[in-house]
């Protein structure tokens, strides 16, 4: 897109630009998210910094729509709970009457906790079925396919900004944002403007 328009950049200015705007990006998008349902896909997924394996917490809703996310350094109950606790904080999600999630034994022991402080209704389900989970696997694959091509994350500083603005732009794309629809590009580019008082 630079070199289009005649100008030079280093991969480093872009990488600069990401870690400073994508935190931004997702605070000015939150407000305008379009509220989501009450079946939850809930699953993590695995990414490499500096050699570990850290984890993407994520949940979509029955209608493919992102219900949230959260990057974690464990994979443990721990996680999960602060995980749950944010998507039921979130201003776009609504208390879930069903969760759907693998086998990980971390899920019913965070589940249990929430439904014990009254954070989730105690009829609330909770499924421990794969194939369920369809919906939010495939999901995956739009954000691993923008982390793939990189040169990889080398703190966890750096990886959570990085997604945090894989997961923004993949909700804008889906449609999730007021008045944009799915594959409305020009309708995106105008969003982002608004959103950082770009003139046209």
């Known amino acids: 897109m630079m070199a289009e328009r005649g100008l030079q950049g280093d991969h480093s200015t872009i990488a600069r630009w990401v870690l400073a705007y994508a935190p931004e990006l997702e605070k000015r998008v939150r ?3 379009k509220p989501t349902n009450d ?8 990414i490499k910094v500096k050699g570990e394996w850290l984890y993407q917490y994520r949940a979509v809703d029955s209608d493919g729509q992102t219900i949230e996310f959260f990057f974690s350094a464990q994979r443990d109950a721990v996680a999960a709970q602060a995980f749950f606790e944010k998507a039921l904080g979130a201003q776009h999600t609504v208390s879930p009457r069903v969760i ?12 249990d906790t929430l439904k014990a402080e009254n954070q989730l209704p105690p009829e609330c389900a909770l499924r421990q079925v794969k ?3 369809n919906l939010i696997e495939q999901d995956h694959r739009f954000i ?3 982390t793939r091509p990189g040169l990889g994350f080398f703190s966890f500083e750096t990886a959570q900004r990085t997604r945090a603005g894989y997961e923004t732009m993949h909700m804008i794309r889906k449609g999730q944002v007021k008045g944009v629809s799915k ?3 020009l ?3 105008e969003l982002i403007n608004h959103l950082f008082g770009i003139a046209a």
């Not at 079946?39 to 695995?46: A, R």
């Not at 759907?100 to 589940?111: L, T």
């Open 100 to 111: 759907n999630v693998d086998k990980n034994a971390a899920y019913p022991k965070a589940v």
């Open 144 to 146: 691993k396919r923008r």
């Open 187 to 189: 309708a995106q580019v």
């Open 131 to 133: 194939y369920l989970n």
């Open 31 to 33: 407000p305008l998210l």
């Open 39 to 46: 079946s939850w896909k809930v699953d993590e997924t695995s």
């Open 183 to 185: 594959g409305d590009i």
